[in-house]
T-cell receptor, first 115, second 112 residues
Framework: GAVVSQHPSRVICKSGTSVKIECRSL??????MFWYRQFPKQSLMLMAT?????????EQGVEKDKFLINHASLTLSTLTVTSAHPEDSSFYIC???????????FGPGTRLTVT | GESVGLHLPTLSVQEGDNSIINCAYS??????FIWYKQESGKGPQFIID?????DKRQGQRVTVLLNKTVKHLSLQIAATQPGDSAVYFC???????????FGGGTRLMVKP
C-alpha cells in the first residue's frame, strides 16, 4: 500500500509557541490530504481537508487561524498549531488520497504535548 | 462489540477464536466502506474495503459483511491472534466525494 509519513512523531512545546507538523506521501501524488485529531480512547475527528494548491476546508468548530494548513505540493501538507495551549495536546494524524482513489492512507501520527 | 458515539466498547476474545466487530452507519447514500486497524500510538492501517454493490468480501483471515437493509457492517477475523489486538474503526463515504466518516471504534483484546 501507499506510504504516508509524518514528522515529527512526537513534540513537546511550551504554551504560546507554534508547532509545525509535516505530512508527506512518499510514493504517490496526494491530491487531497486530511488532518485529524484524536483524543485518548476516542475516534478520529476530522479537522480539515486540503486539496493541493487551494485553501483548506475546515470542519465546523475548528479555528482556521489557529490550525494553519498548507498543501503546497502533491506530496506535502503541513499543519501549524499556532499559539499552542495545553488543551491542544493531542494525537494529530494526517491521511492522503490520490486522484480517483477512495481510500485514504494514514500517517503514523504526531503526539503533541503542550506544557 | 458495536461502536456507539465516542465510547470505545471492548471485545475480548481468546486467542484462536473468531472475532466479530460490528458497525452501524446512518447515511443511506454511503456506497464505500473501509475497516481500519489502529494500534496504540500509531495511525490507522487499512484492512479491507467493500463497495455497496457487494455484501461480502474476503481477505486474508478477514471478512467484511455489508447489510444495506439495516445499514450494518461487520468485520470478522478468523483465528484471532495477539497481534490483532487493536482498535478497529469502520469508515464510510458516499459517491459525492472521498471524505470518510468514522465510526466510534471497538477495542479488540486477545487473551493468550
Amino acid at each position: 500500500g501507499a506510504v504516508v509519513s509524518q514528522h515529527p512523531s512526537r513534540v513537546i512545546c511550551k504554551s504560546g509557541t507554534s508547532v509545525k507538523i509535516e505530512c508527506r506521501s512518499l510514493d504517490f501524488q496526494a491530491t487531497t490530504m486530511f488532518w485529524y485529531r484524536q483524543f485518548p480512547k476516542q475516534s478520529l475527528m476530522l479537522m480539515a481537508t486540503s486539496n493541493e494548491g487551494s485553501k483548506a476546508t475546515y470542519e465546523q468548530g475548528v479555528e482556521k487561524d489557529k490550525f494553519l494548513i498548507n498543501h503546497a505540493s502533491l506530496t506535502l501538507s503541513t499543519l501549524t498549531v499556532t499559539s499552542a495551549h495545553p488543551e491542544d495536546s493531542s494525537f494529530y494524524i494526517c491521511s492522503a488520497s490520490g486522484q480517483g482513489l477512495r481510500k485514504q492512507y494514514f500517517g503514523p501520527g504526531t503526539r503533541l504535548t503542550v506544557t | 462489540g458495536e461502536s456507539v458515539g465516542l465510547h470505545l466498547p471492548t471485545l475480548s476474545v481468546q486467542e484462536g477464536d473468531n472475532s466479530i466487530i460490528n458497525c452501524a452507519y446512518s447515511n443511506s447514500a454511503s456506497d464505500y466502506f473501509i475497516w481500519y486497524k489502529q494500534e496504540s500510538g500509531k495511525g490507522p492501517q487499512f484492512i479491507i474495503d467493500i463497495r455497496s454493490n457487494m455484501d461480502k468480501r474476503q481477505g486474508q483471515r478477514v471478512t467484511v459483511l455489508l447489510n444495506k437493509t439495516v445499514k450494518h457492517l461487520s468485520l470478522q477475523i478468523a483465528a484471532t491472534q495477539p497481534g490483532d489486538s487493536a482498535v478497529y474503526f469502520c469508515a464510510e463515504t458516499d459517491n459525492a466525494g472521498n471524505m470518510l466518516t468514522f465510526g466510534g471504534g471497538t477495542r479488540l483484546m486477545v487473551k493468550p
